[in-house]
């Protein structure tokens, strides 16, 4: 077996992820082998082991790094929200960019995929703090059922609304909608929704 200093593991361990990213966004779990993501990273097969037990460990791993890069981007783009009709467009308008321009993002909220690769480990890997996490980004949809003219009293169910509102990403470049209208189908739905979870002054 192979020693590694703590530096070492750390380092390849983020590699592995980096490439797992990368393999399954491109291809899916599926379709991704073990060899493919060591080959990327230059280890053997075997060493892989010394570092996730398994693929499905690894591609949680991918998936909850993925999780944590998207609530980064929230962070970032809800520190300029000034009101909170402002934060619910704006979270809204970031998970849909997210969720269309990232597979991985797409199968970690529309696909619910955390929840797959974890009941497959069996509760083997690391406490996970994901279920409810949207819900809880800021604590935004907690300061909103707080507030007089928000129409919904629940945090767990604006969460819920905002995952269901994004299966309709699923839809662009499909027979279902002509050519060129997902962006304006998009936008006029994200206006609805928060005109409509606001109470008109």
Not at 27 to 48: K, L, P
Not at 53 to 73: F, N, P, T
Not at 106 to 116: N, S
Request: charged share 30%; aromatic share 8%.
């Amino acid at each position: 077996m192979t020693r590694f200093t703590d530096d070492d593991r750390d380092r390849i361990r983020a590699e592995l992820i980096e490439a797992g990213h990368d393999l399954f966004g491109r291809y899916g779990f599926d379709r991704t082998r073990v060899r493919d993501v060591t080959e990327a990273v230059g280890i053997g097969t075997s060493t892989f082991y010394q570092f996730f037990d398994s693929k499905e460990e690894l591609y949680l791993a991918v998936l909850l790094a993925e999780r944590d890069r998207i609530y980064g981007e929230l962070t970032s783009a809800l520190s300029s929200a000034g009101t909170a009709r402002t934060e619910v467009e704006t979270m809204l308008r970031t998970l849909f960019a997210e969720v269309r321009s990232s597979p991985l993002t797409r199968r970690l909220f529309v696909d619910g995929e955390v929840r797959l690769v974890e009941s497959q480990l069996d509760g083997a890997t690391r406490e996970d703090a994901a279920a409810g996490r949207l819900e809880a980004t800021l604590d935004r949809p907690g300061a909103w059922v707080a507030r007089d003219d928000f129409r919904l009293d629940d945090p767990a169910v604006v969460g819920g609304l905002f995952r269901s509102l994004l299966f309709v990403t699923q839809v662009q470049d499909t027979p279902l909608l002509p050519d060129g209208d997902y962006a304006t189908i998009e936008d006029r739905l994200i206006e609805t929704v928060v005109d409509g979870l606001f109470v008109e002054a």
